[in-house]
């Protein structure tokens, strides 16, 4: 069955210093892979998705991520943090078939030190 | 309106009261979904409707009723709730469904029942 795990529940970075999230999946096949923010009181919105080809995807507000088949990964990162990137961030996963089922992780909740 | 849009954005309702969330999406997209987002949980999705029809249930209790009239609205009536059912309701929808396709989601809900 699918999974998506985050490792870190919580991550507290210093306003400018650079960031990563972490995102392990567990999947029999090519994935398709998304990255979501979730700031308070709102919905979810799609920082970037991978589904095929360059495995370093680039998405909105300056995020990128890198896919790594050997090690089932699918980690975000940010060269330079903003205090305005402090959200919940999610990982998830495109189930097979056409369940239409996003597998999502429990998240990472981003505080930014000014 | 642009986007998916949910009305209410915040609801407190008691055990036996009746009232129905309301989702709509300006996108044209044919899939739409509702998700339960609790504290410290993974967003479980509810259900799926794609093309007005049903083709998800998660196994919700009968106590949570959906309803797509069209494309474009969607709704969940509740009755008879438990104070377990408090959450973030989201709904989402998608061109169609499939693990490929991203979703767009709505501000939710904020539920309360006590």
């Known amino acids: 069955a699918q999974s998506v795990t985050q490792p870190d529940i919580h991550i507290t970075v210093s306003e400018g210093a650079s960031l990563e999230l972490r995102c392990n999946y567990s999947?029999?096949?090519?994935?398709?892979l998304f990255w979501y923010v979730q700031s308070p009181g709102q919905g979810l919105q799609l920082l970037l998705k991978y589904f095929s080809g360059d495995t370093l995807v680039q998405g909105i507000k300056g995020f990128e991520a890198e896919f790594k088949r050997s090690q089932s990964s699918f980690n975000l990162r940010k060269p330079s943090v903003h205090w305005s990137d402090a959200a919940e961030y999610f990982c998830a996963v495109g189930a097979s078939g056409n369940t239409g089922k996003l597998i999502f992780g429990q998240g990472t909740t981003l505080q930014v030190k000014p | 309106e642009t986007g998916v849009t949910q009305t209410p954005r915040h609801l407190v309702m008691g055990m036996t009261n009746k009232k129905s969330l309301k989702c709509e999406q300006h996108?044209?997209?044919?899939?739409m979904y509702w998700y339960k987002q609790s504290a410290k949980k993974p967003l479980e999705l509810m259900f799926v409707?794609?093309?007005?029809?049903?083709?998800e249930n998660n196994s919700v209790p009968s106590r949570f009723s959906p309803e797509c009239p069209n494309s474009s609205h969607l709704f969940l009536h509740l009755h008879t709730l438990q104070p377990e059912d408090s959450a973030l309701y989201l709904c989402a929808s998608s061109p169609t469904v499939g693990g490929s396709y991203e979703q767009f989601f709505g501000p939710g809900t904020r539920l309360t029942v006590l």
């Open positions: 996108l044209g997209h044919n899939a």
């Open positions: 999947y029999g096949a090519t994935p398709y």
């Open positions: 409707y794609n093309f007005k029809e049903q083709t």
